[in-house]
């Protein structure tokens, strides 16, 4: 899938399938997610991967939005190890938009009883849980644009015009 028409026709899915993401998409996924830059390269980060199902019912009452983690066919935490919130918001980008281009959808999940989360997840003290994500097939059909004015003339956000200031 072209890039741009990748990132345009994003849209989060909080309702999957039961079908599973086979490995080798799931590691195509993570794969993007490794490859995200990040501030002199340092990297601060790791990716705990979900995909027991008591395991996701648990993480579930952990964060902002529960019903997106029940029954999605995995999980991908995005961990933090240093005050590198800007790098963790790409990694996470990197991952969702991979995902959608293999058909997977992904919705982000705010932890919000951080120290409950961290112990599933068996992250030390000195790391922070930044986002949750769910993936899975959508349980619902995601029309696929092949026309990206077309698609932007039909989201509900800002106008471009609404959203930026020239400088000369």
């Known amino acids: 899938m072209d890039a741009y028409l990748n990132i345009v026709s994003k849209r989060d899915v909080r309702r999957y399938t039961d079908v599973p993401i086979p490995d080798e998409v799931l590691t195509r996924i993570l794969q993007a997610g490794r490859a995200t830059g990040s501030a002199r390269n340092r990297q601060q980060w790791e990716m705990v991967i979900v ?42 980008q990197n991952l969702m938009l991979a995902a959608w281009s293999q058909g997977i959808g992904t919705c982000p999940n705010t932890p919000v009883k951080a120290d409950e989360c961290n112990a599933i997840l068996g992250i030390n003290a000195d790391a922070s849980v930044l986002t949750i994500l769910s993936l899975g097939y959508p349980a619902e059909p995601v029309p696929r644009a092949t026309d990206p004015d077309a698609l932007l003339e039909r989201i509900d956000r800002k106008p471009l015009d609404e959203l930026t200031r020239y400088l000369d």
């Open 51 to 92: 995909r027991n199902q008591q395991t996701l019912a648990r993480l579930a009452e952990t964060v902002s939005a529960p019903d997106n983690l029940r029954g999605c066919a995995a999980a991908v935490a995005v961990v933090l190890k240093g005050q590198s919130l800007w790098d963790g918001g790409r990694m996470a």
